[in-house]
C-alpha cells in the first residue's frame, strides 16, 4: 500500500473498520479544530468523516475567543449578519475539510467528507433550498463537503436538484422505511438525471442518517409510560429494530435492475449513517452519551455503513471482542417482530416517525434562532468599540 492510500486507522477503531462500518465524529466544532482534536482524531482514533453541529455553533458564538476575533473582522468590514454566518460556516468547513482530505483522497473518494448545515428558513422551497446548498458548496470550495438537506417533501425535490448538479448531499431525518424509499428515489432521479446530462456519476457522494439514538429516546419514553413486561422488553429495540429494516431496503435496492444501470456508469452507493447520540442542546460532549453511544456502533454493524459518534467515544473506542459480526444483514424479520410488538402496545411506526421529522423540524428552527442571533450579537459587541470611540 503506498503512501498516498494509506487509511489511519487507529487501534481504537480499528475493529469497526474491519467489520466495513465507517466511523465518523458527530459534533465537528471549531474548538476541536483549533486545538488539534481532529488531527488527533483522524490520525490516532482512524475516524474517517465529520458531521458539523449547529447546535454548539450556537453556543460557541458567544463563548470561543476565535468567533469574537472573526466577527470582529467581519464587523469592521461592515458585514451584514446573513453574510457573515455564511463566512462563519464556510470558515469551518473548510478547515473540517483539509483535515479529512488525506481520507478522502486515500479511499478516492469513499471517506473523508465534512457534513453541513444549512439555514432552515427556505423551508418548503426547493429552489431557495438548492440555492443554498450551492452557495454554500461554493464557498468551501472543496471536493469533501456535503450538504445536510431534510427528507421533508420540499427537501427531497432539492436533493433531485443538487444531485443532478453533482452536489453532495447528506439526506436527514429519516425515521421510517418508507421516507427511506422516498430518498433513495430521489437519489436515483438525481443521479440519473446528471447521467443524461453526460456529467460523470463517479464523484457524486450522498448519505441518509438516521437518528436511531432519539428514535429510542421517543419510544422509550412512551413505554415507560405504559409499563408492564412487555413495554420492559421492547425497551432500546426500535432504533436497531428500524436499521435493520432500512437495510433490508438498501440491499433491496442496490439489487435492482435501476441501480444497476447506475452503477455501470461508477455510482457510489448511498451509504446509511446512524446517529449515535441524542441531541444535547449547548453540550458539546455530555460524557453521559458515550456509553450508549458505543452500545450503538457495536450494535449497528454491517459492510457500507458509517456510524457517528461523539469525540469521546472516538476516542474510546471500541473493543473488537464487543464485535459479533454483521447484525444487519437477514436480520429485517427480527426487526419486524419489534414493531409489531410496538404496535400491539399503540406506538405506530408511522405516527411516531410522523412525530419526530415534526420535532426536528421544529428543533433544527429553533437552533438556527440561536445561531443567527449569535452572530447579529457577536457583530455588535464587536462594533461597540469603534462607535464609542468615535
Sequence with gaps: MTERTAVPSGAALRPLVCEG??????????????????????????????????????????????????????????????????????????????ELLPVY??????????????????????????????????????PNVLVKIPATAAGLAAVRDCLALRLGVHVT??????????????????????????????????????????????VDSRLRALGGGAARRLSGAAGTALARLLYRVYEERLGGTRWRALTSAEARPQRLVWLTAPPAPAVAEPEGLVPGALRYAERLVAWG???????????????????????????????????????????????????????????GREIWRRVRAGVREGLRAAALPRTAHA
Design 21 to 98: 462500518v465507517s466511523p465518523w465524529l458527530d459534533g465537528s466544532c471549531r474548538s476541536l479544530l483549533a486545538s488539534g482534536a481532529t488531527t488527533r482524531l483522524v490520525r490516532d482514533t482512524g475516524m474517517r468523516g465529520a458531521l458539523a453541529d449547529p447546535a454548539i455553533l450556537a453556543t460557541a458564538l458567544t463563548e470561543e475567543p476565535s468567533y469574537r476575533d472573526q466577527l470582529g473582522h467581519l464587523a469592521a468590514r461592515e458585514v451584514d449578519p446573513a453574510a457573515a454566518l455564511r463566512a462563519i460556516t464556510a470558515y469551518d468547513a473548510r478547515w473540517s475539510c483539509d
Design 105 to 142: 483522497e486515500a479511499t478516492e473518494g469513499r471517506d473523508g467528507y465534512v457534513s453541513m448545515d444549512l439555514d432552515p428558513r427556505p423551508g418548503r422551497d426547493p429552489a431557495a433550498i438548492v440555492a443554498a446548498a450551492l452557495s454554500l458548496t461554493r464557498a468551501v470550495n472543496r
Design 173 to 218: 431525518e429519516v425515521f421510517s422505511t418508507a421516507r427511506y424509499q422516498q430518498v433513495v428515489d430521489a437519489y436515483f432521479d438525481g443521479l440519473e438525471r446528471a447521467r443524461g446530462d453526460g456529467l460523470p456519476l463517479s464523484a457524486v457522494a450522498s448519505v441518509v442518517s438516521v437518528p436511531v439514538a432519539r428514535l429510542d429516546q421517543a
Design 305 to 363: 455503513t458509517v456510524s457517528a459518534l461523539p469525540p469521546a467515544a472516538l476516542r474510546a473506542g471500541v473493543a473488537a471482542e464487543r464485535l459479533t459480526g454483521d447484525t444487519l444483514t437477514d436480520e429485517h424479520e427480527a426487526g419486524e417482530e419489534v414493531w409489531r410488538g410496538l404496535e400491539g402496545l399503540g406506538i405506530g411506526r408511522n405516527a411516531t416517525a410522523a412525530a419526530l421529522e415534526a420535532e426536528g423540524e421544529r428543533r
